[in-house]
């Protein structure tokens, strides 16, 4: 009896994990400019309607913040025409730093901005043929 309850647990463990990984967005987050960059506040996501296309992270490393949005495996799949995202440190006076990527790119890096010792927030945008969507993190000091 014991073997048979151990059995169907693990095998539930096995589906859950599973669908977790399914439901996830996979990425690298590995930054070109900067090998060392750490994740800072929340994540953010760009949507369409009631789905997620993209999220939206701040990092800080090499001296510097930095935006990152990666534009979700469900969308790129589902939008074969022309789609572009973008990543930008905002701060109050502004964007610090914006930087777009080429058509289908699917993650973007910002520049890197000098904006360590003000409050930021990472900024996003997804543009494409039928639509836009944009989303903010919350703010860090």
């Known amino acids: 009896m014991f073997v048979k309850i151990a059995s169907s647990v693990g095998t539930a463990a096995l589906v859950v994990g599973a669908l977790l990984g399914i439901a996830s967005p996979a990425n690298a987050e590995t930054n070109p400019n900067c090998s060392q960059v750490t994740q800072i506040g ?25 935006a990152y949005t990666y534009v979700w495996e469900g969308f790129r799949n589902s939008h074969s025409g022309t789609w572009w995202a973008c990543s930008g440190v905002s701060t109050s006076s ?10 289908h790119q699917k993650e973007v890096w910002s520049s890197g901005a000098n904006t360590l010792s003000v409050c930021t ?18 703010q860090r000091c």
């Open 42 to 66: 929340e994540t953010a996501y760009i949507k369409s309607g009631g789905t997620t296309v993209a999220s939206v992270k701040q990092f800080k490393g090499c001296n510097k913040n930095w």
């Open 94 to 103: 502004g964007l610090a730093d914006y930087k777009c990527g080429g058509n």
């Open 121 to 138: 927030k990472a900024y996003g945008q997804l543009e494409w043929s039928s639509g836009e969507g944009y989303a903010a993190t919350d």
